[in-house]
């Protein structure tokens, strides 16, 4: 679609100074809508997950990126070590967690 419209407008010449802002309106809608529907709720989503892993306390119930299920034992300044079976922990980067488990689908890890 954009190289389409690109080839369109190439193959138009303006003749006014005004028929130059009319050719730029469709690649200037293109970024907004681009803005809008991409990058606006992408940035908003990584800075709710940015405040999620900053706020992490123990008996948190989190997925990791790798899909690992675990309860939040220890938080270090860099790491998280979960609980992810009896006497099983394993030590993550905070990078790894994706989210929170859902309340009534979170997996038991007694």
């Given at each position: 679609?954009?190289?389409?419209?690109?080839?369109?407008?190439?193959?138009?010449?303006?003749?006014?100074?005004?028929?130059?802002?009319?050719?730029?309106?469709?690649?200037?809608?293109?970024?907004?809508?681009?803005?809008?529907?991409?990058?606006?709720?992408?940035?908003?989503?990584?800075?709710?997950?940015?405040?999620?892993?900053?706020?992490?306390?123990?008996?948190?119930?989190?997925?990791?990126?790798?899909?690992?299920?675990?309860?939040?034992?220890?938080?270090?300044?860099?790491?998280i070590i979960l609980k992810v079976a009896e006497n099983v922990k394993i030590e993550i980067s905070k990078n790894a967690i994706a989210g929170l488990q859902q309340g009534s689908q979170a997996t038991s890890?007694?």
């Open positions: 679609m954009i190289a389409t419209t690109f080839l369109l407008l190439t193959s138009q010449s303006p003749a006014k100074g005004g028929d130059i802002f009319s050719a730029l309106l469709p690649f200037l809608l293109l970024i907004g809508a681009f803005y809008f529907f991409i990058l606006r709720p992408a940035s908003k989503q990584r800075k709710q997950l940015q405040n999620l892993i900053k706020n992490l306390k123990n008996g948190d119930r989190v997925i990791t990126t790798g899909g690992i299920y675990g309860v939040v034992v220890a938080v270090k300044e860099k790491s890890t007694k």
